[in-house]
């Protein structure tokens, strides 16, 4: 059951529990990123572990616009793309760059209780706040609705996992790591689903979900 005074957490929610492993100690770091930029991250969420900065990019970060959260990293440390649902689609362009500048891992992270799980919701709000500003009504509608189906996501750890497939068919030579924060005690969690693809990497094209053709972009 979910505890009424922790409304933003993960770990007693009843859509979360059984789906995210928390990082309880530096031991429960998958190995793959032990050593890396990804560990560091994690140590500085979940163990209040300081980062040190070398002034060279070591990694990007994608993650939702969120204001109840913010990347616990330091200036000079990672490159950083916030964006509603913290997809990277529309700004593979960015990650490019980052990866012309040295960067080898990608973290993405997820998050509960996000906004983009409720678009249509917000949505009269949306329009209502573009006709505020100086829109058109008609187009309002028109702009909301295109870009609500892109940026709208079902459920906040589907959506991860859908996203980290697509950027690995996209980019085949970089180490991405699925994140999910907690919004109440701003610690890291791995999702269960990630923890599944570690034992059997080579079978993630075949159990891959369904991804539209346009979200892929360039693929050959
Ligand atoms: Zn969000």
Known sequence: MARKDDPLGVTHSV????RLTSIDT???IPTNWIGTP?????GSHNFGTEIKVTGEPRMLI???IEFRYRPAVPSQYAYVIRRASGRLIGS?????????????HVVLIAHNDCGMTQVSLHKP??????VDQGWDAERAEEFVSMHAGRYHIEDEVDSLKREFYRLKRLFKNVEIAPLFV?????RLHIPN?????LKKPDLYEGSAPTIPTEEYLMLP
């Open 38 to 42: 990804i560990a560091d991250l994690i």
């Open 15 to 18: 859509k979360f529990n059984t």
């Open 92 to 104: 593979e362009f960015s990650l490019v760059y980052a990866l012309s500048r040295g960067v080898k």
């Open 125 to 130: 709000a949306m329009i209502a706040a573009l």
């Open 193 to 197: 689903w990630y923890l599944d693809f």
């Open 62 to 64: 994608s993650t939702c």
């Open 26 to 28: 530096p031991e429960d």
């Open 182 to 186: 907690s919004l109440s005690s701003n």
